[in-house]
């Protein structure tokens, strides 16, 4: 099969690779559609991955073409969704069920191989059907989609009315259409471009501050009367931008922290006191929670929604490329040299 290797950092390789031998429990998906995450980029092109060579893409979606186990015969032909973190099922988070905090996981497109290929290995238990009204492309953005909702989950209660949130990629879009679905009437993007502001207008929310024009602080203390926010989302991974949303939120408030860093996060100690003296509530997020027979697990309800017509991601894909051009897509979110939201590699 065609697979894209990457054989040490920088070096992503385009290569004819053995079909992968299946496992117990694991059947063979062939790839439709694969979404380039923002951290598949310092991924590639500066930290690498767990071990080298991998085959990296974490966010994909297809059809299952062969089953290793009999009883799974019936999955052949199957349009599936991948949750891409496999669990080891036995640590004390994997005992409750919380599989996205599991001590001991593997992961496809970074621990092990991933999308980015014509086929992966993947296990039963990682799959999700995908209902015939799902296109590819959005089952393709299951993951971070479903990474929204499980965010939302940890800080959303009845009664809250405004949020805002710092940095529209494609994880803060997403949570801003989450946002909508639930009812927040005051949704609020702060970005940094024009790219950002026109998509986000077209997704239908129109209250966006750039970060680089305006003082953000000030005009969001003005559009909440001098109140604040009851949420405040943290999506681009900076110590400024975490300070801005302990600026930003209302006494009593929370603050939810989404982006993955780019380097350390410190606070100032003026800023440090208002998580004290407002008393905020600071919650973290990881991943999303994955356990579809229970039917209230983060990927069902991002299906549900997607089936609904509340939620969709596919607006947020601003390139669609064929599989030969992934290098074109890495390229262009690595160098910025275009706007864009959600790359996707369609087959």
Not at 87 to 112: F, I, N, V
Not at 129 to 136: C, N
Not at 288 to 307: L, N, V
Request: net charge negative; charged share 25%; glycine share 10%.
């Amino acid at each position: 099969m065609k697979a894209y290797v990457l054989n040490r950092i920088g070096r992503l390789d385009l290569m004819d690779v053995p079909e992968p031998v299946l496992k117990d429990g694991e059947v063979l998906v062939e790839v439709k559609a694969a979404g380039i995450c923002g951290s598949d980029i310092p991924r590639i092109f500066a930290n690498g991955t767990y071990h080298f060579p991998t085959i990296p893409g974490h966010e994909f979606a297809g059809v299952v073409c062969k089953v290793k186990d009999k009883e799974n015969e019936g999955l052949i032909g199957k349009r599936v969704g991948v949750f891409p973190l496999i669990p080891c099922r036995t640590c004390a988070p994997c005992q409750k069920r919380q599989y996205e905090m599991c001590m001991h996981y593997d992961y496809l497109g970074s621990r092990s191989d991933g999308g980015f290929a014509e086929y992966v290995a993947v296990p039963v238990r990682n799959l999700i059907e995908i209902p015939d009204g799902i296109s590819m492309e959005a089952a393709a953005m299951l993951e971070p989609a479903s990474v929204g909702i499980h965010a939302l989950r940890k800080v959303y209660e009845e009664g809250m009315n405004s949020a805002v949130i710092f940095g529209p990629g494609t994880i803060g879009l997403l949570i801003a259409q989450w946002l909508r679905a639930l009812g927040i009437e005051k949704i609020i993007l702060v970005g940094t471009g024009e790219g950002q502001k026109k998509l986000a207008g077209e997704l239908g929310f129109s209250e966006f501050y750039n970060g680089k024009e305006v003082d953000v602080v000030q005009a969001i203390l003005e559009r909440t009367a001098g109140e604040g926010v009851d949420l405040a989302i943290e999506c681009a991974g900076y110590s400024e931008v975490l300070e801005e949303c302990l600026d930003v939120v209302k006494r009593g408030g929370k603050v939810l922290t989404v982006g993955n860093p780019h380097g350390d996060m410190n606070l100032k100690r003026d800023i440090y006191w208002k998580i004290l003296r407002k008393q905020l509530q600071l919650c973290g997020t990881w991943n999303s929670s994955f356990i579809p027979e229970e039917k209230e697990d983060d990927w069902t309800r991002t299906i549900a929604a997607m089936e609904q017509g509340i939620l969709s991601p596919e607006k947020q894909i601003t390139h669609r490329l064929p599989f030969e051009e992934l290098h074109r897509g890495l390229e262009i979110m690595r160098d910025k040299s275009e706007y864009y939201n959600k790359v996707m590699i369609v087959r």
